[in-house]
């Protein structure tokens, strides 16, 4: 599965350039931080205060945490005028690695990832699951009631894409502008 960065119509600028340069970068050539390195984060741009991530599963109780991490998380960095926003684009992404990637409940568990990082202009949700199959976007019949969910996302974000992780699964990530942070 290759790499794959979206960007919205009209949101285009020349820092996403570059955040869309390093996206589409093979591995090998992304430098590596040492793992000797106390704060291998740091090392890579981000620093543990910058940088949440939570489990989760198929379990609606789980998917109701994810949310109260993400407005809990956003209150902190100060960003709360984001918070509809990021819920809305979380709750999409991983309700799609529940429908399409995780064993249901009743079968063997399986775990997912949501990670958030904030950077000086932006917030960058990625959520990782064990399925390869990239995320598909459709144009779903008008008064379909699912199937919209990357329109979603592509509406609120000013980039989004995905890329195959080392488990043989996939990240979908999603940026999202914080002006004037």
């Known amino acids: 599965m290759a790499s794959r960065v979206i960007t919205a119509p009209g949101r285009h600028t020349e820092a996403e350039d570059s955040f869309a340069s390093v996206a589409l970068t093979s591995p090998e050539a992304v430098p590596a931080a040492s793992a000797l390195t106390p704060d291998w984060g740091l090392e890579l741009g981000i620093s543990t205060a910058d940088f949440a991530a939570r489990a989760f599963t198929c379990d609606p109780d789980s998917l109701k945490n994810i949310r109260h991490f993400i407005r809990e998380t956003i209150t902190e960095w100060g960003l709360r005028y984001l918070i509809d926003d990021l819920t809305t684009i979380v709750n999409e992404l991983t309700t799609n ?21 904030r950077t000086a202009s932006a917030v960058v949700c990625a959520v990782t699951d064990p399925s390869p199959t990239p995320p598909t976007s459709s144009r779903p019949e008008q008064l379909a009631e699912t199937g919209r969910g990357l329109l979603i996302v592509n509406a609120l974000t000013s980039q989004w894409g995905y890329a195959p992780t ?9 940026r999202l502008p914080a002006p004037g942070r």
């Open 166 to 174: 080392p488990s043989n699964g996939k990240a979908v990530w999603a």
């Open 97 to 117: 690695a529940v429908q399409h990637a995780l064993a249901p409940p009743e079968q063997a568990r399986s775990t997912a990832w949501l990670g958030i990082a």
